[in-house]
């Protein structure tokens, strides 16, 4: 069984900042792939960032390249998705997805999801 749970999700100005975490609750979360991926109003779910077992590779959308940063910590079984420079085309519900070992883009292939958390940009 692995259950995620996002947090940090709110308002913020254009401009700003905000840093999502999700907690992972498994035994083995270090055998775990985590992917971030939002849905803007209205439209369909899309891939954000993700982070291997082990934190040595990351990917990220070319929509939030140099703007948000993935990273994870083993040992408390979360994952950070650090936004900067937010713009209202980051508004959506961010939720976190987990795989066994290594990165993928694709949704479909994320077997456990988190509730999601709500992130609006205001201009």
């Known amino acids: 069984q692995v259950r995620l749970v996002e947090s940090g999700g709110g308002l913020v100005q254009a401009g700003g900042s905000l840093r999502l975490s999700c907690t992972v609750s498994?035994?083995?979360?270090?055998?775990?792939?985590v992917g971030w991926f939002r849905q803007p109003p209205g439209k369909e779910r899309e891939f954000v960032s993700a982070?291997?077992?082990?934190?040595?590779?990351?990917e990220y959308a070319e929509s939030v390249k140099g703007r948000f940063t993935i990273s994870r910590d083993n040992v408390k079984s979360t994952v950070n998705l650090q936004m900067n420079s937010l713009t209202p085309e980051d508004t959506a519900v961010y939720s976190c997805?987990?795989?066994?070992?290594?990165?993928?883009?694709?949704?479909?292939?994320?077997?456990?999801w988190g509730q999601g958390t709500q992130v609006t940009v205001s201009s």
């Open positions: 982070i291997s077992w082990s934190g040595v590779r990351t």
């Open positions: 498994t035994r083995t979360f270090s055998n775990y792939a």
């Open positions: 997805a987990a795989r066994p070992f290594d990165i993928n883009s694709r949704s479909r292939e994320y077997p456990y």
